[in-house]
Every structure is written in structure tokens, then in C-alpha cells.
């Protein structure tokens, strides 16, 4: 079955194509969407450009779409349908985990759409989650944390057994962040060719939340 696989640039997206392709799926295509500027990718507050160059060393296709704040539901199902029409997909991998809003957009779009639902970690225990993405040669920094949970000094933290313990020692905050503790920035693993170059530069408080700049 061809499917497109939703892009953010972190772990649970990336994770879940890598699972989608393990289990048969055929991944035409990675789909990351920005700001009506084209300068930022929507979910993790990482340039445009930087989700390009990571995109690139992967083994799969890749497209960027500006996307309204207005009107997302239509201009989504409208990009799937051409999909359809162009690239025969059949189905949508989606990195989502527990919560159950996301899941209702989720079912109920892609009912209307007529295209199946890919979800490969969808209500996992998340602190197995990691410790696969861990051991399967993942390797990712954290680039985003909600201040009331996190702060500036876990920006830039390597995503890594010694990391998942401190959480765990902390409580209240999920091994993959699915509450919005955290995001992260994936640079190299099993779906990459070749490590992804960086550099990171200034943080920054923006509504909330402390954000790593990648470059």
C-alpha cells in the first residue's frame, strides 16, 4: 500500500515511518508543513529549511506545504485528494500515541478522505517507545520544552538512556514528551543515509515554551 508519512523532524513521526516501512508499508513520500511564510515548520518551531536538509538524508521523497490557520481541515483533505489523484496513495502514517483528540481528527478525516489510517504507535507505553528509539540507533536533541515543565538548560540534551532515567526520577513528564514537555530534533538513525549537519544557536522564550534554534 502507498502511503505519505506526516513529517514534524522529531522522534514519534520518525519512529512511526520507520515502523510503517518495517511493516510493508511503501513510503512515497515524507509531508511537513510550514507557516503561511514557508520560514517555519509548523509543529516543533525548526526552520523550514533545516526539516529540508534533515528530509534530504533520509531515502524518501519529501514535500513542504504552507498551511493556513484558518481552514486547515480543507486545505489538508484538498493536498490528500490531489495526492490520491497524483500518487495514488492509499493510506496516512501518522506519529500520534494517546491522545484521543488528535485520533478523532484523525479517523474522521481520513473516513472522509476514503484512505486508511496508519498509525504504528498509537497507544504504546511510551518508555518502551524510547527505549526502541534508543536502541535502534536513533539519535536526537531535544529543541523545544514547555517552560512550566522543562527549562532552557534541557534545550540541546541528547535523547539517551541517561536522559529518560532523569525524567523518570522527576515524574510528571512523559518519556516522549506527549503532553508537550519536550520535542525533539532527529539527526541520524536506520531511516537517515547519513547524519544530518547542525549547528544550534540562541534560545529563546516564546509563549510558554523555550525554543532551540537549529541552523
Same mark, same amino acid.
Given at each position: ?32 508543513? !510550514?507557516? &503561511? ?5 509548523? +509543529?516543533? /518551531?525548526?526552520? @523550514? ?5 534533515? =528530509? ?69 507505553? !511510551?518508555? &518502551? ?5 534508543? +536502541?535502534? /540507533?536513533?539519535? @536526537? ?5 514547555? =517552560? ?68
Amino acid at each position: 500500500m502507498k502511503v505519505i508519512s506526516m513529517w514534524s523532524g522529531g522522534k514519534d513521526s520518525c519512529l512511526a515511518c520507520h515502523r510503517a516501512k518495517n511493516q510493508g508499508y511503501d513510503v512515497v513520500s515524507l509531508l511537513n508543513f !510550514t507557516t &503561511s511564510s514557508e520560514e517555519n515548520s509548523l +509543529s516543533h /518551531g525548526l526552520s @523550514a529549511e533545516v526539516i529540508g536538509r534533515q =528530509a534530504t538524508m533520509t531515502e524518501i521523497p519529501s514535500s513542504q506545504m504552507a498551511m493556513p490557520k484558518e481552514g486547515y481541515r480543507d486545505a489538508f483533505k484538498s493536498l490528500i485528494e490531489k495526492w490520491k489523484r497524483t500518487k495514488d496513495i492509499e493510506g496516512i502514517v501518522f506519529g500520534d500515541i494517546y491522545l484521543e483528540g488528535h485520533r478523532e481528527w484523525i479517523d474522521s478525516v481520513c473516513r472522509e478522505l476514503q484512505v486508511k489510517p496508519v498509525m504504528p504507535i498509537w497507544t504504546k507505553d !511510551t518508555a &518502551s517507545l524510547m527505549d526502541e528509539f534508543i +536502541s535502534l /540507533g536513533f539519535k @536526537a536533541i531535544i529543541v523545544a520544552t514547555r =517552560a512550566d515543565k522543562l527549562g532552557k538548560e534541557w534545550l540541546g540534551r541528547e535523547i539517551d538512556t541517561t536522559l529518560m532515567k532523569e525524567f523518570e526520577g522527576m515524574g510528571g513528564i512523559d518519556p516522549c514528551g506527549e503532553n508537550g514537555e519536550f520535542h525533539t530534533f532527529v539527526y541520524d538513525g536506520p531511516l537517515f543515509k547519513e547524519k544530518v549537519r547542525f549547528n544550534t544557536g540562541n534560545k529563546t522564550l516564546r509563549d510558554g515554551r523555550w525554543f532551540l534554534e537549529i541552523i
